[in-house]
């Protein structure tokens, strides 16, 4: 039975490697073949805008193609994220300048929403053994979202601690939003590739945050916070071996 188990794992496993293979042939094909146009496209704008269109309508025109462009742009470049093979390599960094870093970088990449981001770090100039580019991505994808997700007026709560006990020590990462809250059929499927209840949105973001999480030797669970919101928490080991993510 075991050696059943283990074969029906590793099938699994290169079943999922196949399939990213495929999916990154695919995404280095689309990168190349829609980049160029939206370059073109970008360009193209620009010069309109330039040129001072007098009709409103003509301005509201070029808005929308503006808007649709860089939403195709963003979805080649979140899929080359997703598919892109990751691989951790530790080093010393300290833990109050990834979680600033990574809440820096999520505001300005969602600067249109005007939401407070709080942040609570237990050990500030404690040096950790990771792969602080990484981790930094996860949490910027994991604070975009809460961001995106929480309510004008209200706040995200970004936590940071290092739990120490009988094991080796863990980094723990919370990522508390003041949205709706997690449904139990959005919790079934937030991780998967391309699902996503944003109108805009490509569905790539958490499921990324799980790769990254994986290549950190580490796991991203979620759940509804006692506040109401959503709660995403990222645990890593502070001191770990490097693990492949493509699974």
């Not at 991780?191 to 950190?216: D, M, N, Q, S, Y």
Request: proline share 5%.
């Amino acid at each position: 039975r075991r050696s059943y188990e283990a074969l029906a794992r590793a099938q699994a496993e290169l079943v999922t490697h196949e399939r990213f293979a495929a999916l990154g042939e695919l995404s280095a094909l689309i990168a190349h073949e829609v980049r160029n146009p939206v370059a073109i496209i970008f360009n193209s704008l620009a010069e309109l805008r330039r040129l001072a269109l007098p009709a409103p309508e003509a301005q509201l025109l070029v808005s929308i193609i503006d808007e649709e462009t860089a939403r195709l742009n963003r979805l080649v470049g979140d899929l080359l994220d997703f598919v892109r093979p990751y691989h951790a390599h530790p080093r010393e960094a300290r833990l109050d300048a990834i979680v600033a870093g990574a809440v820096e970088a999520a505001r300005r990449a969602a600067r249109d929403h005007a939401i407070a981001v709080r942040t609570e770090v237990t050990c500030p100039d404690r040096a950790l053994h990771v792969d602080a580019t990484m981790l930094e991505h996860a949490l910027i994808n994991l604070i975009v979202n809460a961001i995106q997700a929480t309510p004008a007026g209200k706040g995200v709560s970004v936590r940071a601690t290092v739990l120490e006990g009988t094991g080796p020590p863990l980094l723990c990462c919370e990522v508390v939003d003041d949205g709706e809250g997690i449904d139990s059929e959005v919790s079934a499927r937030m991780f998967e590739p391309f699902f996503t209840t944003k109108a805009t949105g490509t569905g790539l973001g958490l499921a990324l945050v799980r790769r990254l999480a994986t290549a950190l030797g580490g796991t991203i669970v979620a759940r509804n916070a006692p506040t109401g919101g959503a709660l995403f928490q990222l645990t890593i080991p502070v001191v770990g071996e490097p693990r492949d993510a493509m699974g």
